[in-house]
């Protein structure tokens, strides 16, 4: 079946640096849109980053020039570079696949919490 699992996430100190990893298995990777979402304490989950399977970008308005998505299809798995880290960053950070067939179909990992403080 098909697995997103997240790694990377932790504690790190206001204008630090992270990068979380999402490897996947169980499907063929090159043919998802690989996204980055986050759900801090209290809020809905909101997007953070896309990747298309041909490799076009999307960003939140909130981390654009901070942070950067990007995939190796080789390894299956795909990135979130995060750079001047905000305390406003803190929350769990989730990997999602999608595809667009008939119906979309969509898969998420289980979640990294990434905490950024003093």
């Known amino acids: 079946q098909v697995q997103l699992v997240e790694s990377g996430g932790g504690l790190v100190q206001p204008g630090g640096s992270l990068r979380l990893s999402c490897a996947a298995s169980?499907?063929?990777?090159?043919?998802?849109?690989m996204g980055w979402y986050r759900q801090a304490p209290g809020k809905q989950r909101e997007l953070v980053a896309t990747?298309?399977?041909?490799?076009?970008?999307n960003y939140a308005d909130s981390v654009k020039g901070r942070f950067a998505i990007s995939r190796d299809n080789a390894k299956n798995t795909v990135y979130l570079q995060m750079n001047s880290l905000k305390p406003e960053d803190t929350a769990v950070y989730y990997c999602n696949a999608q595809k667009q067939l008939t119906v979309t179909i969509s898969y998420w990992g289980q979640g990294t919490q990434v905490t950024v403080s003093s």
């Open positions: 990747i298309t399977s041909g490799g076009r970008t």
């Open positions: 169980g499907m063929i990777f090159s043919t998802y849109a």
